[in-house]
C-alpha cells in the first residue's frame, strides 16, 4: 500500500509539472503572499564566498526520502521546483531570505506551488573551479519534510550545515590509476592553482613487460561526465570491460578527460572563459600520461572517441590539433554546424526560444517524435540556477556550451548569446562562436586541413536523435560531399535516439588499430 502511494504521489506530481512545463495554470498557495524561505549558515562552518543559493523542492517519499540537490539539472516531466538567489557573501548569523522575488523553475513564483508536502533542500554554490552541486566546498542543508498547506504565511527555516568535502584521488585498483597535475597554463589564465584530473585504464598484462610501450586512446564521456567514470567502465560484467581484456582486444592506454570545469563542463578545447584547455590537454596532460605509463608519445599512436559531448570534443580535438591525433570516432556529437544548433540557427534566427511563427521551440524529443521539454522550459531552469539569474553560470548545458563558444563580457562572466528572458539572440556573440562551429573551421581552412585529416573523421548519430543533434550532422556531411573525399565515414542509425552508437567497443578498438598500424 505505500509503494501504491508513493507511485501516485509521485504521478500527480509529475502531472503537475508536466502542466507547468506546457504553460498551464495551476492551483496553489494563493494568499500566500509573505511565504518565503529564510536560510541561515551554521556557525560550525566557515564564512562563505559570493555565490548562488538555491533551494529545491521534491516530492515527499517516505519510503524513500532523495536528496532534493539530487534533482538539480532535471528537465522535463522529472522537474522539481527550484528557486535561486546570488549571495554577495554568507557569515554565521546573516539570513538569506527566497521569497517570490527569486528566480524559479519550473514555477513562476514561490506562491505557485501547489499544496502537499515536500522534500525541501537549501544549497550554496560557491566552488570557482567546478560549477556542480557536488563540487568541493559547496555548503547545504539537511533535507526538511513539510506540509505546505499547512504554512500559511509562516516563513520556512532551513540551515547550512553540511559541506562537500575536498575531493582526493580514488585509490588505484587493479589496471586504473587515477592522476591529478597542476596546470600550469590554466593556473596562469586564472591567477590560481588549477587541476587536470584523469582517470587512465590500463591494458592487460602491463606490468608483465615494462619495456613494451602503448597507443593513448583519449576519451571524453557524455556531459559533465567525471575521470572517475573508469571505475563504471571496468566494472565487474560490463561489455566494456569484456572488450578490453579479450585475448583479441588490442592493447592501448585509455586516458579518461575529466568534464567538470568553471561553468561545467569544458569541452577540453581553449576558450575565452574557461581558459586554454585544448593546450593543457594536449602540451600538459597527454605528454605527462604517455612519459609515467609508458605511451608511444607519437601522434600516430594517439586516437580520440567519446559520445555526446565526447563526441564533439574528439571531433574538434582532432580539427584543432590535427597533427598531434590520428583519428576520431564520435557518436551522437553535439552540434557540428551552427545552422542546427539543435533546432536553432543562430546565424539567421532571431530568437532561440521561439522559432519563426512565434511558437516555443523545442528541445528535446521522446522516440515517438512528440516533444519531451522547450528550449523556454530548459532555459529558465538554467536561470534559476545561474548567478544573477542567468542561463551562462548555470554549470549545465547551455551555460557550458555558451562559455566555451563565446566571449567573456566586462563583468567576467561568459557574455550569453541570447536574452537570458527574452531568447532574442546578440548577433555580435554570435560572430566570435564562429570559430568553433566544427563545419565552418573546415570551410575556412579546408586547403590546410583536408590533407591531415584523411581518414580520421567517424560519426555515428540516430536519425531520432533525442536533442535532434543529426540536423548538424548532415549539414557537415552535405559540406565534405561538395570537398574532394577526405574518407570521412558517416552512419545515421534508423530510428536511434542519443546516444546510439554504430559499433561495439571491441569493433571500435580494431578500427582504432588498424588506423594506428597503418
Not at 106 to 111: A, D, E, V, Y
Request: glycine share 10%; hydrophobic share 40%.
Amino acid at each position: 500500500m505505500k509503494a501504491m502511494n508513493r507511485r501516485f504521489r509521485q504521478l500527480i506530481f509529475a502531472l503537475f509539472m508536466a502542466l507547468v512545463a506546457a504553460g498551464g495554470s495551476v492551483f496553489g498557495t494563493q494568499g500566500q503572499e509573505g511565504f518565503r524561505f529564510e536560510v541561515t549558515l551554521d556557525p560550525s562552518l566557515p564564512a562563505q564566498s559570493p555565490g548562488r543559493l538555491m533551494v529545491v523542492m521534491a516530492p515527499s517519499d517516505s519510503d524513500f526520502p532523495v536528496e532534493p540537490r539530487r534533482f538539480i539539472g532535471v528537465t522535463g516531466g522529472g522537474a522539481v521546483p527550484i528557486f535561486g538567489v546570488d549571495t554577495a557573501g554568507f557569515v554565521p548569523g546573516d539570513r538569506l531570505i527566497v521569497n517570490n522575488t527569486s528566480e524559479s523553475f519550473p514555477l513562476g513564483s514561490l506562491t505557485d506551488l501547489p499544496v502537499g508536502e515536500y522534500w525541501v533542500q537549501a544549497l550554496l554554490s560557491t566552488n570557482a573551479d567546478i560549477r556542480h552541486p557536488d563540487a568541493p566546498g559547496n555548503v547545504y542543508s539537511e533535507p526538511l519534510l513539510l506540509s505546505l498547506d499547512s504554512l500559511e504565511g509562516t516563513p520556512v527555516q532551513l540551515s547550512l550545515v553540511r559541506r562537500v568535502p575536498d575531493e582526493q584521488l580514488p585509490a588505484d585498483q587493479e589496471l586504473l590509476r587515477f592522476v591529478k597535475i597542476q596546470s600550469a597554463l590554466l593556473s596562469r589564465f586564472h591567477g590560481r592553482p588549477i587541476y587536470l584530473r584523469a582517470g587512465l585504464i590500463l591494458p592487460r598484462g602491463y606490468e608483465l613487460d615494462l619495456s613494451r610501450r602503448y597507443p593513448l586512446r583519449v576519451h571524453t564521456g557524455g556531459f559533465g561526465e567525471r575521470y572517475t567514470a573508469v571505475r563504471t567502465m571496468m566494472r565487474p560484467g560490463s561489455s566494456f570491460r569484456a572488450a578490453w581484456l579479450a585475448d583479441e582486444a588490442p592493447q592501448m592506454l585509455l586516458l579518461h578527460l575529466d568534464g567538470a570545469g568553471p561553468y561545467g563542463d569544458p569541452y577540453q578545447v581553449n576558450s575565452a572563459n574557461n581558459g586554454p584547455y585544448g593546450d593543457a590537454v594536449t602540451e600538459e596532460l597527454i605528454p605527462y600520461i604517455e612519459r609515467a605509463f609508458r605511451g608511444v608519445g607519437m601522434p600516430q599512436a594517439r586516437v580520440l572517441d567519446g559520445s555526446s559531448t565526447g563526441g564533439w570534443v574528439s571531433l574538434a580535438l582532432q580539427i584543432f590539433y590535427p597533427d598531434v591525433f590520428n583519428g576520431a570516432w564520435a557518436s551522437c556529437p553535439d552540434s557540428v554546424d551552427f545552422r542546427a544548433l539543435q533546432l536553432i540557427d543562430i546565424y539567421s534566427d532571431d530568437n532561440a526560444y521561439l522559432d519563426e511563427r512565434g511558437r516555443d521551440r523545442p528541445s528535446a524529443r521522446n522516440s515517438d517524435g512528440s516533444v519531451r521539454f522547450t528550449m523556454r522550459h530548459e532555459l529558465q531552469m538554467e536561470n534559476a540556477l545561474g548567478l544573477g539569474g542567468s542561463w551562462t553560470t548555470s554549470g549545465q548545458q547551455w551555460g557550458a556550451w555558451n562559455a566555451t563558444y563565446g566571449p567573456s563580457g566586462a563583468d567576467g562572466r561568459p557574455m550569453p548569446l541570447w536574452n537570458p528572458n527574452t531568447g532574442r539572440i546578440d548577433r555580435s556573440v554570435t560572430e566570435y562562436w564562429e570559430q568553433y562551429d566544427l563545419r565552418l573551421v573546415l570551410e575556412r581552412n579546408w586547403n590546410d586541413l583536408a590533407s591531415r585529416l584523411r581518414g580520421k573523421l567517424n560519426i555515428w548519430v540516430g536519425e531520432m536523435d533525442d536533442y535532434y543533434l543529426e540536423g548538424a550532422v548532415r549539414r557537415l556531411e552535405v559540406f565534405l560531399e561538395r570537398r574532394p573525399s577526405i574518407d570521412a565515414h558517416i552512419v545515421y542509425g534508423v530510428g536511434r535516439g542519443h546516444c546510439w552508437t554504430g559499433v561495439s567497443d571491441a569493433m571500435m578498438m580494431q578500427e582504432m588499430s588498424r588506423q594506428i598500424l597503418d
